[in-house]
């Protein structure tokens, strides 16, 4: 593969001091100097607004700057002998091993394209979900497939991981690793981040930092990449890091893949598509695919210019830095553009044609024949060869194909040897409670599973999920699309994915952080925290819990002998996490992890009392993980309550007939009576028309409107139940409701119980073993701020639970059901 391009770069053998080449000219063009950068080619321009340098950050003080044609990198000119950053025409070639980005929409902050290096705006803007690359939809496949390599697919093994160096958009007040000055800009794309130890410096000084990455402050929670191994082919990198689909933009569904294009124009080229005095604008593409796609980048060239500079501008819009002399236009009718039918013989003073208008603005980029082929051998595979298929008959193909994917091809070599495939599919949506053998049945019938591939390996019939050992990449690959078309019982089948966590290459010492994040909760925040936790830590340890739930995480962590949770999510999450842990708690090796919340919820009871505040308002993500390392473990009960079977029939006879007991669980506190109706007309509401509830705000104004519909009713709760303590009987007075408490905070952080100066009783306390127990008089008495108590604690007769402040531990209860955390 030929190297290098149009300007070349060795920072071994050039000379120290710059080298400014003026070019030779042709009408119509302009003065262009050729520096000791990588790849850029700057021409000397005119400023007429306030302009910063793309290097060190400082304003351009004066009318004039230096511009790279390629990728728009604004220098000073004392910048130019120092700029070390790669243009984006080179940026493919300093990649080994290509890794796919997964793109999905921006967000709302400010950020700078790192292709073109222009500032994002609109809803165009794309950023992938698993490293700092934020790109146009229309820069988008030109962007380098640099993204971070977080596992093991069975190839060679990497135990030490290098720094992650990306470039620009960086939190404000960033400081140089090296000189400590600050190396963050607000105002272009500048300075580089290391996206696993999070190391800042400039592009000047990051290159005399040590390669090897010690994963920062958080070493000890990141699921290092040397210990996760998945065989990935023939699954994109949204299904290994189970990214939701609904998640990203339908129109670049294609940029999963390496080598992938979308039918996109440049935004600078289409600004000189209207009819210019002396100029003129080609369509161009860069193989036959393009062609058929309708995928072209538009060119605007003056309508007197040579030819090899049109070829020139050509390469430039697809970021290919090959010398326009191996290149050639054609038109679209597979015309060629250099022959002597179509040049106009009006050559220049140097006897060289000119391009002018011609009758087709529609051409193919081509490579022109070559005699010899030049080709990198790298010493890692990443794609086997055909043993019938021949090297140069292989890259002939894709050049014609595409020039852009020949300019990101790579031919790798290493010893051959016999590998086992190995792929762990989870999926879910079974009927429950079933055993291995009623479970093989329904996979053989709706799935036709091929017996002698697939294994069984782990059943959760709780969950009605198994997990499956594939030993053939096509048949993983048809299992886990048909799954995602397969119903049973009227319910959708699921698949997901599951990398294989080697407990042998944990770090000593290291208790790595297993997250969940429900993107429902908090309004669009659980979506932008689920992207963050994706990029601070390794995307195989964050799982979204609209995907499967919690069980693909905690059987993931199930050989892992020591690791911690975060949950992001309301109280209900909480519960619904606690209730699967506990029912599969004797299938993993770490069994009561401590647990720690972010609060996303309505009334986050239970985080105002673990100390983790009323709400999520924008914290740093990076601090709150801090937080988590730094937390202090306590102890938590946690109750299992057994709802008997009650006779059906009003007239109290017995009729055979039954309602079977049921067990649930209380994290926070139980309601009887006018809070459990309340509770349930918020839940049908919220069942009717889920996508408004995105807000604590309008979710505290539901449990108001609801509250305000129950006021005139009288219910005379004391009259229909009996309450006993201890095998003794209580008088209930006249009251609406009764709620049990486990924790002082109920309804958004409302104490029930009051202080604690009556000297009757001790001050109520989580891990004290017993249970408060309030009466409400009705609407208007649970509101108010002065609520009346009466005696009475229940104690609780099995062992006590872990937790944490700010983390919990699992209860001991034997018994599993999903909880919403007191209700």
Known sequence: ????????????????????????????????????????????????????????????????????????????????????????????????????????????????????????????????????????????????????????????????????????????????????????????????????????????????????????????????????????????????????????????????????????????????????????????????????????????????????EVVEASLRAFYIPDEPQDYELQSYSQQGLFTDDIINRNGTPDNKPIFKDTVSDSWLLRSKPREVEVVKIYLVQRQVLGGQEILLDKLQEIRKTSLRQMNQTRFYIEESRNRVAQVNLLLGGFPTQLDREEYTHLLSEHLAVKSHLVTITHVYSGQGAVVLQISCFSEAERIYMLAKDTSISGKQLYSLVIPEIMQSKLAKGSCPLLVFVNPK????????????????????????????????????????????????????TVGWVLGVLESIRHKITCREPAISIIPMGTGNDLARVLRWGPGYSGEDPYNILLSVDEAEEVQMDRWTILLDAQEMTEDGEVNGFLEPPKIVHMNNYFGLGIDAELSLDFHHAREEDPDKFNSRFHNKGVYVKVGLQKLSHTRNLHKDISLQVDRQDLELPSIEGLIFLNIPSWGSGADLWGSDSDSRFERPRIDDGMLEVVGVTGVVHMVSSDVFFFVCMLRKSKTKQKKQSGSLKEGRSDSSAPSDGGQ
């Not at 000791?36 to 340098?53: E, I, M, Q, S, Y």
């Not at 670049?252 to 440049?266: A, C, K, R």
Request: aromatic share 6%; proline share 5%; with cysteine.
């Open 521 to 572: 909760s908090g309004g669009l925040k659980g979506r932008e925290i689920l992207y963050s936790f994706r990029k601070l830590l390794n995307p195989h340890q964050v799982f979204e819990l609209t995907s499967g739930g919690p069980l693909p995480g905690l059987h993931t962590f199930r050989d892992v002998p020591h690791f911690r949770i975060l949950v992001c999510g309301g109280d209900g």
């Open 1 to 308: 593969m030929a190297d290098g391009g149009r300007v070349k770069h060795d920072s071994s053998s050039s000379s120290p001091g710059p080298r400014r080449i003026r070019t030779q000219q042709s009408p119509g063009s302009k003065a262009r100097y050729l520096v000791n950068a990588p790849g850029h080619c700057f021409r000397r321009v005119t400023l007429t607004k306030p302009t910063f340098c793309h290097h060190c950050s400082d304003f351009i003080w004066g009318i004039v700057g230096f511009v790279c044609e390629v990728c728009n990198f604004m220098s000073h000119e004392k910048c130019l002998k120092h700029v070390r950053t790669v243009c984006s025409c080179m940026a493919a070639t300093q990649v080994r091993v290509p890794v796919a980005h997964c793109f999905g929409p921006a967000g709302q902050k400010k950020r700078f394209c790192c292709v073109c290096r222009k500032h994002l705006e609109g809803s165009s803007a794309l950023r992938c979900e698993v490293c700092e690359l934020h790109v146009h939809s229309d820069c988008g496949p030109f962007s380098v497939s640099d993204c971070r390599v977080c596992h093991q697919d069975g190839g060679q093994d990497i135990d030490m991981y290098q720094h992650h160096w990306r470039e620009g958009n960086m939190s404000s007040g960033a400081r140089c690793e090296v000189c400590r000055r600050t190396c963050s800009s607000s105002d272009t794309l500048a300075g580089m981040r290391c996206e696993w130890c999070g190391v800042t410096a400039h592009a000047s000084c990051y290159i005399i930092i040590p390669p090897e990455c010690g994963m920062g402050r958080l070493r000890n929670m990141i699921l290092h990449p040397s210990c996760v191994r998945i065989c990935s082919r023939n699954f994109s990198k949204m299904h290994c890091y189970r990214i939701s689909e609904n998640s990203q933009h339908s129109e670049m569904d294609n940029l999963d893949g390496v080598d992938t294009q979308s039918p996109v124009t440049s935004k600078e080229t289409q600004s000189t598509g209207s009819p210019e005095t002396g100029k003129q604008t080609l369509k161009v593409f860069d193989g036959d695919d393009a062609a058929k796609r309708n995928q072209f980048r538009l060119v605007s060239i003056p309508r007197i210019i040579k030819n090899e």
